[in-house]
């Protein structure tokens, strides 16, 4: 057998299986293989002696493939005829044979010729397979032996050149080998290909990092069954995996940074989100000012003072064992001159490399990068991670780059937010009354803690404002709406409470008042800056800083208001509510209720009436009027609340605290971060004026009555040891029971309190309002009042359903 022409000519190989034939030299069949009746349908005993142009589809076409033969042509393309009459198009090859002299004949191989072309198709893919360096490619035999691969199938250090006969666990890490070959197994066993599970891979001599490997494998048998082994394709995906996992801590941290407007809080938000995706530790330092929520200003140098605002990870690494909020540095103001470099002093290179200066100092590398914002370096935040996980690459940088230019944003929103949140605090407390507060009637303490909510403080106030006859009136409001516009709308309101307490109205006469006042207010056009074109010229950040500004400043729409008037003499309180929650009131037994009032509608509705509920107090009740935000949890249940609140009145002992103490217990054992408005707490605790400190007597229409008057006032400040206060008060109940006789008429009666201060009270049926007048030189009346003003420490009048009373004051003597 001779083959002398290379297998060069493009035509498909032939398999084992072909078709064969013998021809003599005269081109008879000689001889005729069971191949060969399979594949034309006849029978050897059918052609055997028969010309082979007889097999051809068109015999005619014999000339040419002999002379073809004769030109050295032993391969070629023919269409045979089947037993069956069908053409059947054939790749085929002849062999010349040598007999001992004889002449030639002739071996003539076949096979059909879309079987040969699907053979050549799969032999180049595996070739071409095996050429390529895009996909790792190995064939395994059925014992995970290698037996073939390309050449880039794992090119990276620490894998042999030459694989054949190798074992995966010759060169892997045990642990990653024992992975992949479970899977492989799986493989063999199950006939169920490996579509894409991906592993991370570690070679035993460079053990570092580690690499991403995608695997796919599927078994290979023989046509009768018998497993061979499997071929394995490993793709290198560490590059997008690394890109996913960056995009996906790029969105957590989006999400997470910026929740809270709190400076610390954002920090720590910050820090939180890069561990571990971007570092085993983080660390955010904040600077000077920027928590109060002031723009940072650099020393003289040009330096910014930072401090230690969060750590995440191992902060034993960062600080050794030091408190975060005592660990300061120096940055230059205006950040980095290399931003591919560390931001200060020397703490890192763009390689990662770390000195002991580092935030991060403990890690072997690390990155840093200013915190900017809006042209302003409020900051830095660092990372760093072990030797192990490999150093940062420039998309590493590129990434925590693009976090911190977020998280600064949201850290200047914070920022800002604080610096209103300062001032609209500072302004509400700074229209508020002193928290503690003695008068003759009652004992009080207030307290007043501002919600930690994103929309601002809110318009809560309270006061304690004495009324005439040794009287006081409290009161506790709440403003709706958050923002510096509820902060001016409560000190507006807060004024005008104070202003009609003077006129000594009854509690629902007042906020009758009151609620005329709020409907106004909410009628009046709001006025909005830059109508009139004002500020045309002001710069983008400022206005972008009073939009910001507006949007966190809500117009209030309404309010509501509890006011409560208690007598000590009397020991009566009168309440009145404007859509408020009921004040609780604890006796001294312990025992806690809430006064039934009627809420009435809020403050500024309009159209409703407000009504006066009247109790008796016994001295050392402790009365507690609220805001709604001390009763009001997450889920809005008020009645739990209110239930919250009488228990803590209720507890054994707690009446007999410091109102102070007990005030501060029961509003901080509520957290202001979970708080959605403002809590404000006003508790007094009652007193009474004894029986033997007041005295009142009747009095006849009838000017002769003003004489006796005179003599009983003097008689009872003589047995109050008040001598020194005689000559006044004579003079003063004269002035006043001469007025009330002559332009009221009867019956007028007459009180004096020593509660604090020596009160002398003068009451008559009539509605007119006493005025004080400048009288001439020639005027023989006129000058009582101006007498009593000038007498007395204070004086005034009020009105009630039997008449009016005139009343005044005189400071007692040492």
């Known amino acids: ?44 005993a059918d052609v055997v002696g028969l010309p082979a142009r007889a097999l051809l589809a068109d015999p005619a076409a014999w000339p040419a493939l002999a002379q073809a033969y004769a030109r050295g042509a032993r391969r070629g393309e023919t269409v045979l005829r089947t037993g069956r009459g069908a053409e059947l198009p054939v790749f085929y090859q002849a062999f010349e044979l040598a007999a001992n002299g004889d002449a030639p004949g002739y071996l003539v191989l076949a096979t059909p010729a879309a079987r040969a072309v699907r053979r050549h198709q799969d032999r180049a893919f595996v070739r071409e397979l095996f050429l390529q360096d895009r996909v790792g490619l190995a064939v395994f035999d059925a014992g995970l032996r290698l037996l073939r691969t390309n050449t880039h199938l794992l090119p990276y250090t620490g894998v042999p050149p030459d694989l054949r006969g190798r074992r995966l666990g010759d060169f892997l890490w045990p642990g990653d080998a024992a992975s992949v070959e479970e899977k492989l197994h799986r493989v ?79 920090g720590r938000e910050l820090a939180a989100a890069l561990v571990p995706g971007l570092g085993d530790l983080a660390v955010v330092e904040i600077a000077e000012g920027v928590s109060l929520g002031e723009e940072p200003v650099p020393d003289q140098e040009g330096r910014l003072l930072l401090r230690r605002t969060a750590v995440a990870g191992r902060p034993s690494a960062a600080s050794d064992g030091a408190d975060p909020e005592l660990v300061l540095s120096f940055v230059p103001a205006d950040g980095p001159e290399d931003e591919d470099a560390a931001f200060a002093d020397g703490t890192g290179t763009a390689d990662g490399d770390v000195s002991a200066g580092s935030p991060v100092g403990g890690c072997p590398t690390a990155m840093t990068v200013p915190l900017r914002a809006r042209g302003m370096v409020l900051g830095r935040v660092s990372v760093g991670r072990r030797a192990d996980r490999g150093p940062y690459q420039a998309a590493d940088r590129d990434l925590l780059r693009e976090i911190a230019g977020r998280a600064a944003l949201a850290l200047d929103n914070a920022r800002r937010f604080t610096r209103e949140h300062r001032a609209a605090v500072g302004l509400q407390r700074s229209m508020l009354p002193p928290t503690q507060n003695e008068t003759p009637a009652a004992s009080t303490s207030a307290v007043y803690l501002p919600a930690g909510t994103a929309s601002g403080v809110g318009g809560d106030w309270f006061d304690v404002i004495p009324l005439s006859s ?24 807060r004024t005008a409470v104070r202003t009609l307490a003077d006129l000594d109205l009854e509690p629902d006469e007042l906020l009758a008042h009151l609620d005329d006042l709020v409907a ?92 006066t509920t009247e109790v008796d107090l016994a001295p050392g009740s402790v009365l507690a ?41 029961i509003v901080t054992g509520r957290p202001a971060a979970g708080l959605a408005d403002d809590v404000t707490l006003l508790l007094a605790r009652t ?20 004489g006796r008057v005179r003599e009983a ?34 019956p007028v009666e007459v009180r004096l309190i020593r509660a604090g201060r020596l009160i002398c009270e003068v009451s008559d049926p009539s509605a007119t309002h006493p005025r004080m007048r400048r009288a001439r030189l020639t005027d023989e009346g006129g000058r009582g009042l101006y007498l009593v003003a000038q007498l007395t420490t204070r004086w005034g009048s009020r009105y009630s359903r039997r008449g009016k009373t005139i009343w005044a004051e005189q400071e007692l003597p040492d």
């Open 1 to 44: 057998m001779n083959d002398a022409h290379p297998r060069d000519d493009g035509l498909p190989p032939f398999a084992e299986d072909c078709a064969a034939a013998l021809l003599d030299s005269r081109g008879r069949i000689g001889a005729w293989t069971p191949e060969a009746r399979v594949l034309l349908g006849r029978s050897a």
């Open 188 to 266: 063999l066993r199950t006939g169920r290909p490996l579509i894409g599970s991906e592993e991370v891979l570690h070679t035993i001599e460079d053990p570092a990092g580690g690499v991403v490997i995608s695997i796919s494998a599927f078994r290979l048998q023989s046509p009768d069954g018998r497993v061979l082994g499997l071929t394995a394709l490993f793709t290198d995906v560490t590059e997008l995996r690394r890109s996913g996992e960056r995009l996906a801590l790029l969105q957590r941290a989006t999400a997470s940074v910026g929740r809270s407007l709190s400076v610390a809080d954002t």
């Open 470 to 493: 040794a009287r006081v009136a409290l009161v506790v409001g709440d403003v709706v709406g958050h923002g510096l516009a509820a902060t001016a709308t409560m000190g507006r309101l």
């Open 520 to 611: 106004q207010l909410l009628a009046d056009p709001e006025e909005t800056a830059g109508e009139d074109g004002e500020g045309a010229d002001d710069g983008a950040g400022e206005r972008d800083e009073e939009g910001w500004a507006a949007r966190h400043s809500s117009s209030p729409t309404g309010a509501t208001c509890a006011y409560a008037i208690y007598d000590p003499v009397s020991r009566r309180c009168s309440v009145a509510s404007a859509g408020h929650p009921p004040p609780a009131v604890a006796d001294p037994a312990g025992n806690v209720s809430y006064l039934r009032v009627d809420p009435g509608p809020p403050l500024g509705v309009g159209g409703l009436p407000f009504e």
């Open 625 to 665: 009027l609220y805001t709604d935000g001390l009763i009001e949890g997450r889920d809005g249940d008020l009645d739990a609340g209110m239930a919250e609140l009488a228990g803590r009145l209720a507890r054994p002992g707690a009446l007999a605290r410091p109102l102070r103490e007990l005030g501060r217990e």
């Open 687 to 706: 007193r009474s004026v004894p029986a033997e400190d007041a005295a009142s007597w009747p009095v006849e229409a009838d000017p002769a009555a003003v």
């Open 713 to 746: 006032a003097a008689a009872q400040l003589r047995a109050w040891g008040l001598e020194e206060l005689v000559f006044t008060t004579e003079l003063v109940l004269s002035e006043l029971v001469t007025n009330a006789i002559r332009y009221a008429g009867g």
